[in-house]
Antibody, heavy 118, light 109 residues
């Protein structure tokens, strides 16, 4: 059974940092693109970043470029999102998602809340 | 930048009725890389359709996707009580690489 479990969320002050982790199981982790998608309270879905299975390709949304860093450790079946210089508008539930076919995403974690507030 | 506009914003229907949800792109979607997701309150989204018309694993055949280029449709042929949720379309391959529509809320009438 595919499972994606996020951790590391919480309350952080503006300008602060946080690192999210996503532990994957039930599939050959190193062969899949992995994504981070966020959803502000009561709002829609927004893509944040994605990383290729071997880590050789990385992409970011313009809104987080230069502040967020995605990485992965295939030995630990874990993908990370390092978030620096956090702003109020980064407040959201962050989902770890597995890339699937034709640009879609099939398995989603339960989500982890990040709140940026003083 | 590819913008996906979903309509209507809210759709109120009764169980057993047919639902037609629209997703219009501001530019042609690369190779029909268009997906649909269902999200219920407090839950993560669930993939329904990928490649514009392919049902994901385990998705009932009352869900179908169609369209190409800039106009895409998700059809639910006969609504079940569990189908009332928010639906999002998503494209891949444009600029930015991944964008979602703003969602259509499907409410029980």
């Amino acid at each position: 059974e595919v499972q994606l479990v996020e951790s590391g969320g919480g309350l952080v002050q503006p300008g602060g940092s946080l690192r999210l982790s996503c532990a994957a199981s039930g599939f050959t982790f190193s062969t899949y693109w992995m994504y981070w998608v966020r959803q502000a309270p009561g709002k829609g879905l927004v893509w944040v970043s994605r990383i290729k299975g071997d880590g050789s390709e990385i992409r970011y949304a313009d809104s987080v470029k230069g502040r967020f860093t995605i990485s992965r450790d295939n030995a630990k079946n874990t993908v990370y999102l390092q978030m620096n210089s956090l702003r109020g508008e980064d407040t959201a539930v962050y989902y770890c998602v597995r890339g699937y076919s034709l640009g879609s995403m099939d398995y989603w974690g339960q989500g982890i809340l990040v709140t940026v507030s003083s | 930048e590819i913008v996906l506009t979903q309509s209507p914003g809210t759709l109120s229907l009764s169980p057993g009725e047919r639902a037609t949800l629209s997703c219009r792109a501001s530019q042609s979607v690369t190779s029909n890389y268009l997906a649909w997701y269902q999200q219920k309150p407090g839950q993560a989204p669930r993939l329904l359709i990928y490649g514009a018309s392919n049902r994901a694993t385990g998705i009932p055949d009352r869900f179908s996707g169609s369209g190409s280029g800039t106009d895409f449709t998700l059809t639910i042929s006969r609504l079940e009580p569990e189908d009332f949720a928010v639906y999002y379309c998503q494209q891949y391959g444009g600029s930015p690489e991944v964008t979602f529509g703003q969602g259509t809320r499907l409410d029980i009438k």
